[in-house]
């Protein structure tokens, strides 16, 4: 049987995730693999209506970050871990990292804490201890806050997040680079300042470097 594959897309809002994900999900089905696409906060009912909540009220950052890994949770256990037994490919548009990146780096949040709230959510039963679940391979889109800006100014309504400064986005952008440094094998960085077909063309030989795409 075909082992499962996990990738997860990271960067700031509008580095542009969301438009290769579709090109990724039908290059591996093109290849003849199942593919689940999701995303976080969400990708069940329980942890949409926490996404809900998370991206439009106001909170401080330790209930911001519980709700999170709470749809984590839920997210891991009904979706992501059924579909890596069965050896599907599964697309997460947003993961862990991206709590580091915007509660911790973002908004100050105790990273320690964050760890431990890591280990203890991403503790699942088909991933020997010590280990705890973790995407292959995470395809950070790296972007300067500015450009992104600039890409998502008039593209849509800004959620609670989108609307934040430029600095606190520098912070988040700085907290995705720290997290790609402590774990480099796991990353893939994609410079997003190019055009379009550019940062595709650099996604498609990252995998292919990695033996992840035929
Ligand atoms: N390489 C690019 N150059 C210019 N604009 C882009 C590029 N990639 C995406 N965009 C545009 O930027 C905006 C944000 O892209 P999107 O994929 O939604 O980002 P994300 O999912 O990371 O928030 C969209 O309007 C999209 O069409
Ligand atoms: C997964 C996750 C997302 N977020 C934020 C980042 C984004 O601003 C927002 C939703 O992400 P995203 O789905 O990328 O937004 P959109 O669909 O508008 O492109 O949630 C966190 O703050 N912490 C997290 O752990």
């Not at 709700?67 to 947003?94: K, N």
């Not at 008039?154 to 959620?159: N, S, T």
């Not at 997290?179 to 498609?204: C, I, K, S, T, Y």
């Amino acid at each position: 049987m075909t082992r499962g594959l996990f990738i997860s897309f990271e960067g700031i809002d509008g580095a542009g995730k969301s438009t290769h994900i579709d090109a990724l999900a039908a290059a591996l089905r093109a290849r003849g693999r199942s593919v689940v696409l999701t995303r976080e906060p969400g990708g069940t009912p329980l942890a949409e209506k926490l996404r809900a909540l998370a991206l439009n009220d106001p909170m401080d950052p330790l209930t911001e970050a519980l709700l999170m890994f709470a749809a984590r949770r839920d997210h891991l256990l009904q979706v992501i871990e059924p579909a890596l037994a069965r050896g599907d490919a599964v697309l997460c548009d947003r993961f862990t990292d991206a709590t580091f990146a915007y509660q911790g780096a973002g908004r100050g949040f105790d990273l320690q804490v964050l760890a431990g709230l890591e280990r203890w959510v991403q503790t699942v039963p088909a991933v020997d201890a010590p280990g705890i679940r973790q995407p292959d391979l995470t395809v950070w889109f790296d972007l300067a806050p500015a450009v992104a800006a600039q890409r998502l100014a008039g593209a849509r309504v800004p959620d609670k997040f989108e609307s934040q400064p430029q600095a606190f986005f520098a912070r988040v952008a700085a907290g995705y680079g720290a997290r790609a440094a402590a774990d480099p094998g796991r990353f893939l960085r994609v410079d997003a300042d190019q055009p379009r077909e550019a940062v595709w063309r650099d996604v498609e030989a990252g995998l292919k470097q990695r033996g992840l795409l035929a």
